[in-house]
């Protein structure tokens, strides 16, 4: 595994492979990688010749700077992690390779990007949809991975390329969950032991929510009932808890199409995202048989 800084030495590689014949896969990150990265990297490894990590904590998609100062910086440990993957190079561009003096241009995506983390994290989209669209032309990648964890970031990210007339496929792969439910996220590390034994609670909750909207119940009794659980396990605030369509984003009133709950909640001074699937009416398992959805 090759790490590059600069890229103008990444793209000297890329062209080699481009020569052969062969095709590019990319795994855009801000490091502090766990399970869930890598199972997009085990996912690009497996449709692609040549595989990609980048890492990059990009300031424009903070709106907090305390935010962004506390975010976890493990370059060493996730190139660990990394080596048993077999991937060809990991991407860890200096930031003028990614915002030179005088760079004055922003990815703005509309529609998709509005309301939820649009809505309470203002310009944080226009940050993303900017650092991904050079990483991605950096890159020269075929196929580009996202979780689904952050399910409106999947969805800004194929709006652009599509919109964009980008050569790269944008994949989506599954939320991975801890063992005790807690979708996988690198701000996970920043909770204290005891809202760190709170946070799965998430899971269940929305689960729940999801499966009484699958057997007719209002949604909004369901919302109000899910909130209510939230807040007396502990948790701090609700940004949000929203039923809406998938993949348009639609605020919805009742599952009569595809959908999703998206929730984002705080915890510990900790801001945690998660979504998972709604069923259309239908019967359904309990949620003894299968405590978590996957999103």
């Not at 020569?19 to 890598?38: C, N, Q, S, Y």
């Not at 595989?51 to 300031?59: E, H, K, Y």
């Not at 996220?185 to 929305?206: C, D, F, K, Y």
Request: a negative charge; proline letters at 6%.
């Amino acid at each position: 595994m090759q790490i590059i800084r600069q890229k103008a030495a990444l793209r000297a590689l890329t062209e080699t492979w481009r020569r052969a014949g062969e095709t590019i896969g990319v795994v855009p990150t801000m490091g502090a990688l766990h399970a869930g990265h890598l199972s997009l990297v085990a996912a690009a490894r497996a449709r692609t010749d040549h595989v990609i990590v980048t890492l990059f904590v990009n300031p424009r998609q903070f709106n907090n700077p305390e935010d962004l100062a506390k975010y976890p910086r493990t370059e060493e440990s996730d190139a660990e992690k990394l080596a048993p993957f077999g991937i060809d190079l990991l991407y860890i561009p200096e930031p003028d390779e990614i915002y030179p003096e005088g760079f004055a241009t922003t990815v703005s995506v509309s529609g998709v990007s509005d309301g939820l983390c649009g809505a309470t994290r203002p310009g944080h989209f226009d940050g993303v949809a900017t650092v991904v669209t050079k990483l991605l032309l950096q890159t020269d990648a075929d196929r580009a991975f996202f979780g689904e964890k952050d399910y409106q970031q999947l969805q800004v990210v194929k709006r652009l390329a599509t919109d964009l007339d980008l050569k790269t496929e944008i994949v989506g792969c599954p939320t991975i969950r801890e063992d005790d439910g807690l979708a996988m996220s690198s701000r996970n590390l920043r909770l204290g032991a005891g809202p760190r034994e709170t946070a799965p609670v998430i899971g269940r909750v929305l689960t729940t929510a999801a499966k009484a909207i699958a057997r007719g119940e209002n949604p909004a009794q369901a919302l109000d009932t899910a909130r209510e659980a939230l807040l007396s396990a502990g948790f701090d605030s609700i940004d949000y808890l929203e039923l809406r369509s998938d993949p348009d984003f639609q605020l919805m009133t009742k599952a009569d199409r595809p959908a999703r709950l998206f929730l984002a909640a705080w915890l510990d001074g900790v801001r945690l995202i998660d979504n998972v699937a709604v069923a259309g009416r239908q019967k359904v398992e309990s949620s003894e048989d299968q405590p978590f959805e996957p999103a």
